[in-house]
């Protein structure tokens, strides 16, 4: 896997915890595009829940969302969908 050539969306006053917290969730979504088993439901659902902590606004978080499946060509939403309407492993299928 090659390393990603984009910058991940993030917010100049959020803490180093709340870096992590999102970067984190992007991760996990990379990961249902990237490795060939996806990833677990759970973890999706247990990194998104961290994410929510630090965007509690679904308005900011379409805005995230945009602005992360622009840069990488992932959809944080369609992905998170499937985690909630699946169990176990998710591989999601797009583009990269």
């Known amino acids: ?9 993030l917010q100049e006053d959020w803490s ?3 870096i ?4 984190t969730l992007y ?3 990379e990961d249902a595009y990237e490795l060939s088993q996806g ?3 759970a973890d999706l659902l247990t990194a998104y829940r961290a994410f929510q902590e630090v965007v509690p606004k679904k308005f900011e978080e379409k805005q995230l ?7 990488a060509g992932y959809s944080i939403y369609r ?3 499937r985690a909630r309407q699946e169990n176990g492993q998710i591989k999601m299928k797009g583009q990269a």
Do not use: G, L
């Not at 896997?1 to 991940?8: G, H, L, T, V, W």
């Open 79 to 81: 992905t998170m969908k």
């Open 16 to 18: 180093t915890a709340d």
């Open 27 to 29: 991760q996990r979504v």
């Open 20 to 23: 992590v917290a999102v970067t």
């Open 1 to 9: 896997m090659e390393p990603n050539n984009y910058a991940y969306p």
């Open 39 to 41: 990833v677990a439901s």
């Open 65 to 71: 969302d945009k602005a992360f499946e622009e840069a």
